[in-house]
């Protein structure tokens, strides 16, 4: 293995550690694994009101994850990941149930199963830019409508 491969594996290793805290909620780890000029950005998200498209700290943006974790059964996967560069790309599924209660509506438990894709740029062994790219149309389309959360996304 040479020094570029086994550099590009401990970033890969890095993102998959941050993601994974992020979305479990270990706050304090994501702090560890991030540095001091963290910010965020969506452009998937904008013109969704509840989604945060960007954060310039990593403060808010935590302050955002931890004030809209989901109440239900959801989950955020890696399915895949390579990093190039001081990037690092990851094939994510977000999917689960979440209750009409969680998503402001009335009835039962419904599902969803969408892509998203998560860039991270990783300087000196930290995470320091974290880019989103979700599909909120297909997610939307199916906390909307109960059957349509019942076919995953191929």
Request: proline fraction near 5%; aromatic fraction near 8%; avoid cysteine.
């Amino acid at each position: 293995m040479t020094a570029t491969a086994s550099a590009a594996e401990h970033r890969l290793e890095i993102a998959r550690s941050y993601f994974e805290a992020l979305h479990a909620g270990q706050w304090d780890r994501v702090r560890a694994l991030t540095g001091p000029a963290f910010r965020f950005s969506d452009p998937t998200a904008e013109g969704h009101e509840t989604v945060i498209t960007r954060a310039d700290d990593l403060e808010t943006f935590l302050d955002y994850m931890q004030a809209n974790r989901p109440d239900g059964d959801a989950e955020a996967l890696v399915e895949d990941g390579f990093a190039s560069g001081r990037h690092v790309t990851l094939l994510v599924r977000y999917r689960g149930r979440l209750d009409g209660e969680a998503l402001g509506t009335e009835g039962g438990p419904r599902g969803f199963d969408v892509p998203g894709v998560t860039i991270l740029t990783v300087v000196d062994g930290k995470v320091v830019h974290h880019l989103d790219y979700v599909d909120y149309e297909t997610l939307q389309r199916q906390l909307s409508d109960p059957a349509a959360g019942s076919d995953p996304v191929p």
